[in-house]
């Protein structure tokens, strides 16, 4: 299975997270699984690319060009691919990857996981979408989207396209028996997309 894990890139993030991330990517690899990620070297990126290249797992990276410079990216890839925008480096990790984790991050980070959930409701892709909440990082996020739905701005439906989860263990049990069943589409036909 290729695990996207999308994350922060930033140096400066706590040691604490950074540990939970180098698990992920640990567990990925002693599961058999494959990182596909931005191709960071820093931050929740290259801890989840330590971890896993830690075990001998494998590692497609993908980021553009302007972003091949001194210690940005991780240099031990098994795979590389080049793009030419951020655009394109989302669109190609969208289509490689069977699975989406998104760890802590920054405004990239929300960026990813607010279009592949829209994806989602949109029909346009089935595959499980996982936040990874490592101290409670994401729960600020879960109250906005909550009070959208309080407000009327979004279904309560979208909240189910993804999970929610603190441990590792949970994840991969979630992601390995994970079945979307075509007719939950059925479901989400009357979300608002205001």
């Not at 896993?52 to 990276?61: A, H, T």
């Amino acid at each position: 299975m290729n695990i996207c894990v999308y994350g922060a890139a930033s140096n400066s993030i706590a040691e604490n997270y950074i540990k939970n991330i180098e698990l992920l990517g640990e567990t990925i690899a002693k599961k058999g699984h494959c990182l596909v990620f931005g191709g960071g070297n820093n931050g929740a990126m290259g801890a989840a690319a330590r971890g896993v290249k830690r075990y001998n797992g494998k590692i497609i990276g993908v980021a553009p060009r302007f972003f091949d410079a001194d210690g940005v990216l991780f240099p031990y890839c098994d795979e590389f691919i080049y793009t030419e925008t951020m655009r394109e480096r989302k669109k190609i990790l969208e289509d490689k990857s069977d699975v989406f984790i998104i760890a802590p991050g920054g405004i990239g980070t929300f960026d990813e996981f607010f279009e592949i959930v829209t994806l989602k409701q949109l029909g346009r892709t089935e595959k499980p979408i996982v936040i990874f909440n490592i101290y409670g990082y994401y729960d600020h996020l879960i109250a906005m989207l909550n009070n959208a739905v309080n407000g009327n701005f979004m279904n309560k439906a979208t909240l189910s396209l993804f999970k929610v989860l603190d441990n590792i263990n949970e994840i991969f049990s979630y992601i390995e028996n994970y079945k979307f069943e075509k007719s939950s589409l059925n479901e989400y036909k009357d979300i608002n997309l205001r």
